[in-house]
């Protein structure tokens, strides 16, 4: 079996996998990093979005052996200790999420729109932006309303006060 | 996912040698249709040589005459590439309407043009612009690359390594989109190069990208929207699923035509 070896949220570590073991699965699987979710598997709802070298990709349409070397981010690693990111924060205060299957998702691909598109991000940006992004329970409207308070609130660093305005 | 041995392939030539020794082996570029395929277990080869970690492959270029696209560019670098919104800004605003943006990140021009899906959206560009595919083997022009449905003339050893796109004196690509998938139901690509018109559709065609002969004439003299006007498309050999019917598709490739062409005069 292939042995990888890769960078997660800043350890590293290495693992024997299949040569058809998806990154999710290694993820979840081998390093039991559970907060990446598998809701379509055919890389449609995003709910399994993590950063590799710091892009947003669906994990599972990826091998875990075309990680190998990589830096992977996954939503176990945004919050810094018990404090939220002020994305995660974001999506509290302003009820982005209902059931929360697909929330690691939104929140790793929002973080992905931040980097490219800024912290002033419009509705219907950010609506264009979640195309890979499926919710069932929501109806968007407050995940659109949570990314554009969350771009916000990393632009001041002050996550509580602008996450609730 | 049926079992596989994986092949990371450090050069071109170690790829092309693992594709030849193993039958049924398969390159692997951004894998953003070849993976879910092998899920589905609508491709099952028995070995993988990825591409990825082989240098060189993604560079992009611009000339006096044309754009030049390494193999291994992803969509979101195409998309957002001062180059190629330069030379040829209806090429990087069809990037950005491939798939979603994680896809983008993933998915190269490469696989795509490889892959030949009858709703992919390079095709359409690679034939309207006269785009030069090139292999490890030789310069392939774009009317002779593609055959028929997921099929083009690459052998199974032969890997694309660039593609060149002559600058086009203006050229737009309209797509109506399956509203779910964000695939193309047609989409139309259109450019205005100093010898020709050329009018490609993709979405539409029962057997992969075609070029509309019929609208290229008419545009030839004025490449004005109105040129079009009272021109349509036969049902015949056109696709017809659930989504749309040949007939809607007929239809919708006239109006696309009609709106590429104004976009592209701006």
Known sequence: MP????TVNGKP???????RTLLVQFLRETLRLTGTHVGCDTSQCGACVVHVDGVAVKSCSMLAVQADGAEVLTIEGVATGDTLHPMQEA?????GLQCGYCTPGMIMTALDIVRRKGHELDDHTIREELEGNLCRCTGYHNIVKSIAAGARAM?????ARQAAE | MYEFTYHRASGLRQATNLLTKFEDAKPIAGGQSLLPMMKFRLASPSNLVDLNKIEGLNGIELTSRALIIGAMARHAEVHTSPLVQQGIPALAALAGLIGDPAVRHRGTIGGSLANNDPTADYPAAALALGATIVTTKRKIAADEFFAGLFETVLEPDELITKVSFPLAKRAAYQK?????SRYAIVGVFVAKRPSEVRVAVTGAGSSGAFRLTAFEEALKSRFHPKSLEGLTVPAEGLASD?????????HLIGVMARRAVAAANG
Do not use: K, L, T, W
């Open chain 1, 3 to 6: 042995a990888v070896s890769m």
């Open chain 1, 155 to 159: 632009a001041s660093g002050d996550p």
């Open chain 2, 242 to 250: 659930i989504h749309a019917s040949a007939e809607y598709r007929a």
């Open chain 1, 13 to 19: 570590v290495r693992g024997d996998v299949e040569s």
């Open chain 1, 91 to 95: 999506f509290r205060q302003n009820h």
């Open chain 2, 176 to 180: 109506f989109r399956n509203p779910a």
